[in-house]
C-alpha cells in the first residue's frame, strides 16, 4: 500500500501538527483560499474567527489558530471541513482517516465506546479500583467549573446526553439551547443546574465531557 507524504507523517505527532502536515501540503493560492474558507464558515455554537485574526497566517499559525478556539478534540473536524469546502477533498480524507484511528485509540485506553447510557453507576475507575473525583471535598467538575465554561467550544452533545439520562429537563435543554448565544454562556446556565446534583450526576457529568472534550480533560487531570 502507498502513502502520501502527509500519511507518512503522522505517525507519534500531536493534533496540532497533523493538521500543520495537511496545510503545508496546499499551495500559497490553496492556503489562501482557506484562511478565507475558515472566516467565512459559520461554525455550531455560533464560533467563528476574524479575518484579520488569519491575513497573512501559515500553515503553524493557522493550525494554532483552530487548536485554540476550537480545541483539540474539535479542530480536525473544523479543518476537514474547511478543506472540503475548497475542493481539497484528498488531503481532508487523509486526515480524516487519521482522526478515526486516533478515536479507536481513545476509546481503547478509556474502553468508553458505546457505554455512555445508564453510566452513572460506571464511574471512571483505574487499575486499583474507582476513581475517586472528589478531592477535598469538591468535585473536579466544581474545581474546574471555569476552564470548562471557558474552554468547551461545542455544548449541544453534552446537552443530549444529559436530557437523555434526565439530568435536565427539556424546558432547561432548549432554553441553553435557543436563547443562549455563546458557548460559554450556554456552560454557564449549564453549570447553574449543577449546583442541584449529588456526587453520581457529577461523576457521570464528568464522564460526557470525558468522551466530548477528552483532551481538555486530560489536560485539567494534570492540575
Same mark, same amino acid.
Given at each position: 500500500?502507498?502513502?502520501?507524504?502527509?500519511? #507518512? +507523517?503522522?505517525?507519534?505527532?500531536?493534533? @496540532?501538527?497533523?493538521? %500543520?502536515?495537511?496545510?503545508?501540503?496546499? !499551495?500559497?493560492?490553496?492556503? =489562501? /483560499?482557506? +484562511?478565507? =474558507?475558515?472566516? $467565512?464558515?459559520?461554525?455550531?455554537?455560533?464560533?467563528?474567527?476574524?479575518?484579520?485574526?488569519?491575513?497573512? *497566517?501559515?500553515? #503553524? $499559525?493557522?493550525?494554532? %489558530?483552530?487548536?485554540? &478556539?476550537?480545541?483539540?478534540?474539535?479542530?480536525?473536524?473544523?479543518?476537514?471541513?474547511?478543506? !472540503? *469546502?475548497?475542493?481539497?477533498?484528498?488531503?481532508?480524507?487523509?486526515?480524516?482517516? =487519521?482522526?478515526? !484511528?486516533? $478515536?479507536? %485509540?481513545?476509546?481503547?485506553?478509556?474502553?468508553?465506546?458505546?457505554?455512555?447510557?445508564? *453510566?452513572?453507576?460506571?464511574?471512571?475507575?483505574?487499575?486499583?479500583?474507582?476513581?475517586?473525583?472528589?478531592?477535598?471535598?469538591?468535585?473536579?467538575?466544581?474545581?474546574?467549573?471555569? *476552564?470548562?465554561?471557558?474552554?468547551?467550544?461545542?455544548?449541544?452533545?453534552?446537552?443530549? /446526553?444529559?436530557?437523555?439520562?434526565?439530568?435536565?429537563?427539556?424546558?432547561?435543554?432548549?432554553?441553553?439551547?435557543?436563547?443562549?448565544? &455563546?458557548?460559554?454562556?450556554?456552560? !454557564?446556565?449549564?453549570?447553574?443546574?449543577?449546583?442541584?446534583?449529588?456526587? @453520581?450526576?457529577?461523576?457521570?457529568?464528568?464522564? %460526557?465531557?470525558?468522551?466530548?472534550?477528552?483532551?481538555?480533560?486530560?489536560?485539567?487531570?494534570?492540575?
Amino acid at each position: 500500500m502507498l502513502y502520501t507524504k502527509f500519511e #507518512l +507523517r503522522w505517525t507519534k505527532k500531536t493534533v @496540532k501538527d497533523h493538521i %500543520i502536515n495537511a496545510l503545508d501540503d496546499l !499551495r500559497q493560492s490553496e492556503l =489562501k /483560499a482557506f +484562511r478565507h =474558507k475558515l472566516c $467565512d464558515t459559520d461554525f455550531e455554537e455560533g464560533v467563528n474567527i476574524a479575518k484579520g485574526k488569519v491575513e497573512g *497566517a501559515d500553515s #503553524l $499559525d493557522l493550525a494554532d %489558530i483552530i487548536v485554540r &478556539t476550537f480545541s483539540e478534540a474539535n479542530s480536525v473536524k473544523v479543518t476537514v471541513r474547511v478543506l !472540503r *469546502a475548497i475542493g481539497e477533498n484528498q488531503i481532508a480524507n487523509i486526515l480524516e482517516r =487519521k482522526e478515526g !484511528r486516533q $478515536d479507536n %485509540i481513545l476509546e481503547r485506553k478509556t474502553g468508553q465506546a458505546g457505554k455512555m447510557s445508564g *453510566a452513572i453507576e460506571g464511574t471512571a475507575t483505574n487499575a486499583g479500583g474507582r476513581l475517586d473525583l472528589t478531592v477535598n471535598g469538591v468535585h473536579f467538575v466544581d474545581r474546574h467549573r471555569e *476552564a470548562l465554561i471557558k474552554r468547551t467550544p461545542i455544548v449541544a452533545p453534552i446537552l443530549d /446526553a444529559l436530557l437523555t439520562e434526565k439530568m435536565i429537563h427539556q424546558e432547561l435543554y432548549t432554553e441553553i439551547l435557543t436563547q443562549t448565544t &455563546t458557548p460559554q454562556n450556554k456552560m !454557564r446556565k449549564l453549570f447553574l443546574a449543577t449546583t442541584a446534583w449529588g456526587t @453520581k450526576q457529577k461523576d457521570y457529568f464528568y464522564k %460526557i465531557l470525558e468522551r466530548e472534550q477528552p483532551f481538555l480533560i486530560e489536560e485539567l487531570q494534570t492540575i
